[in-house]
């Protein structure tokens, strides 16, 4: 059988490519690519990469997913997060064609070490009340689109989109930022998520160099062992990465101000050098520091 390309199905922009340009207030989430793809039996993507996170959500069929971590097999109902630069490609189950809702979005940068977490994620294995109004979400969203897509196949910009569309994608991010915000110690006895709850909040509150292990559990009184399994119980982070997470926003802090030298910034949050805190932010944000000062 002939290799059949994808056929996307609304907002056809000319030349194969589909999707919504918005350009919104920088402070907001910026939606600016929204599709839904019909791909061929025979269907497959080159790992690519995009300068901004983008949403999908499997509407119907199967296929496989390659990540840089390996390749995962993609079902029905799923949504997957990649973060900015994360490569990621696929392919189709020749006897279960796929139909993707993708969606692309510019996020605040301070929104992107919670992002983080999430990035590669295979969010439908989750069992969350947040993940299930997620997935609802996008699902509606894919839904009108459908719909949309046999009834006028003619580009609109974002804001040209009927109240409907407009309310799906709002739904969208207003789930995945209840998401965000949902509470990090969730698990665990009530003894461990009070523990952990106290540790990341001295660490929010810190100024400077955030408190090591050992300090924050003399503070709390108890041993530096049982704080750390405390804070992993409830919410799933190692000191170091919930201390990486801190240190990405404080730093991101001083960065506004591009009077101190990025040296001087690493500095201020604990690190020995500027190649210390840029392998710190590309871990934790995809980006380089120099991102967040432009």
Not at 67 to 94: I, Q
Not at 194 to 208: D, P, T
Not at 281 to 289: A, K
Request: glycine share 10%.
């Amino acid at each position: 059988m002939a290799k059949r390309a994808a056929r996307r199905l609304p907002l056809p922009m000319g030349g194969g490519a589909t999707g919504i340009a918005y350009h919104g207030d920088g402070g907001l989430p910026q939606v600016c690519t929204l599709g839904l793809v019909q791909v061929g039996p025979r269907w497959r993507q080159v790992p690519h990469e995009h300068d901004f996170h983008e949403l999908h959500y499997l509407r119907r069929g199967s296929g496989e997913l390659h990540l840089p971590t390996g390749t995962v097999r993609t079902l029905p109902g799923w949504v997957y997060v990649f973060g900015p630069n994360e490569s990621h490609g696929g392919a189709s189950n020749k006897d279960d064609p796929a139909q993707i809702l993708y969606m692309g979005v510019r996020f605040p940068h301070a929104l992107y070490p919670a992002l983080a977490e999430l990035s590669g994620s295979r969010l439908g294995l989750s069992a969350g009340d947040d993940v299930a109004d997620f997935r609802n979400a996008m699902k509606a969203l894919s839904d009108a689109l459908a719909v949309r897509a046999s009834a006028d196949g003619s580009f609109v910009a974002l804001p040209e989109l009927s109240p409907l569309l407009r309310a799906r994608v709002l739904a969208v991010l207003a789930a995945l930022m209840q998401l965000l915000e949902a509470p990090a110690a969730s698990t665990g006895t009530a003894r461990q998520r009070e523990l952990a709850e106290a540790l990341l909040r001295e660490l929010e509150l810190s100024k400077g160099l955030p408190p090591s292990l050992d300090q924050l559990a003399r503070k709390l009184d108890v041993s530096p062992r049982y704080l750390g399994e405390a804070l992993g119980a409830a919410t799933g982070q190692t000191y170091p990465e919930a201390l990486a997470a801190v240190r990405v926003r404080n730093a991101q802090a001083l960065l506004a101000d591009a009077s101190i030298p990025i040296r001087e910034v690493a500095q201020r949050v604990g690190l020995s050098s500027p190649r210390a805190l840029a392998r710190l932010f590309r871990r934790v944000t995809s980006l380089p520091p120099s991102a967040f000062r432009a």
